[in-house]
């Protein structure tokens, strides 16, 4: 059994729009999976189904052998817990210090009374402390999360969602407002968490160059459809125009030369 199960999911706001249309497609435990496309693609709405931030109109999600659309209440907070999500403006409390919006990730395991109160555990705050310390953030930790700069509080959200211990990492446009060399680290860090805690990556991203460099599989998205899903080294040009359309001027890329790199 795949550890997500995509079926024939589709997603309308309203009559007009069809942001998703009969998506399908499974992902192994342990995989890093970039989904490319231009914006307004679908991209960020198939990972807010996944997570159920909002709901599908037909099809069906399943995580663990789960229907996610028919969770509810408790199951649905416990279904949270194990999916990472990581946004492209970070989502932090820049107020709180970068420890307390990492705690924030334990919110999913707590009573509404202890979420209020901020009652974490020792174990909770030494864990943390270690993944702050890992992620190379010890020295900001007590720091207000708008004193960091942007990588940095990117680096802040990827330490929330590790702390949740999920099995999956849900990244929407991780880069999109960072500088090259930010980036880099992020996606780096990504790969690392991949690689060395085992957690399933499933990661969206404009940049066929950067999907290229890092995922093990690609799914490219036009228009709420797929039109790709393989293999990087199997990606060419003619589908990057599929995906991309009138975009893909930009993003076409000598791939021989990509992997000889």
Known sequence: MSLLEIE???KRYG????????VAFSVEAGEFVAIIGPSGAGKSTLLRCINRLIDVSSGDIRFDGV???KLRGAALRRHRTQI????????LVNRLSVIENVLHGRLGYKNTLQGILGLYTEYEKREAVRILETLGLSEQMYKRCDQLSGGQKQRVGIARALVQQPKMLLCDEPIASLDPSSAKV???????INQTMGITLLVNLHQVDVALHYAERIIGINRGQVIYDGPPQALNNEQIYQIYG???GELILDL?????A
């Open 15 to 22: 009559s007009e729009t069809l942001a998703l249309n009969s």
């Open 67 to 69: 229907s996610v659309p």
């Open 186 to 192: 992020i996606m780096d860090t990504l790969r690392d």
């Open 256 to 260: 021989k030369e990509r992997y000889a």
């Open 8 to 10: 024939n999911v589709s």
């Open 246 to 248: 009138s975009e893909a």
């Open 84 to 91: 990472g999500m990581i946004f492209q403006h970070y989502n």
